[in-house]
């Protein structure tokens, strides 16, 4: 069964930092195939960060050197470490595959907003 679960967001002030967390299980769900998306406020949601073919990691130009993904294979986690949060940055946060199915399982977020 898959499970996708979403933990760690909160209201911080810009400036400040969180450290997300997935906790992932199922078939398919490797951490080293995975990525976190956002869901702005009325926008559709894209990913921000994610694992790519042979280990590297890759971020879109909006969040690099801000964020860092992450994993622990041993825990099937994976992390999302979030610093120097801009207002832009609020949205629910999820975790999943990448490149995604449109018609994959989509798990529970978690809600980020930073206040300017």
């Known amino acids: 069964q898959v499970q996708l679960v979403a933990s760690g967001g909160g209201v911080v002030p810009a400036g400040g930092s969180l450290r997300l967390s997935c906790a992932v299980s199922?078939?398919?769900?490797?951490?080293?195939?995975m990525g976190w998306y956002r869901e702005a406020p009325g926008k559709q949601r894209r990913v921000v960060a994610w694992?790519?073919?042979?280990?590297?990691?890759n971020y879109v130009d909006s969040v690099k050197g801000r964020f860092t993904i992450s994993g622990d294979n041993a825990k099937n986690t994976v992390y999302l470490q979030m610093n120097d949060l801009k207002p832009e940055d609020t949205g629910v946060y999820y975790c999943?595959?990448?490149?995604?199915?449109?018609?994959?399982?989509w798990g529970q977020g978690t809600q980020v907003t930073v206040s300017s």
């Open positions: 199922g078939n398919r769900y490797r951490v080293n195939v």
């Open positions: 694992f790519g073919y042979g280990g590297t990691i």
């Open positions: 999943n595959l990448y490149p995604v199915d449109p018609f994959d399982f």
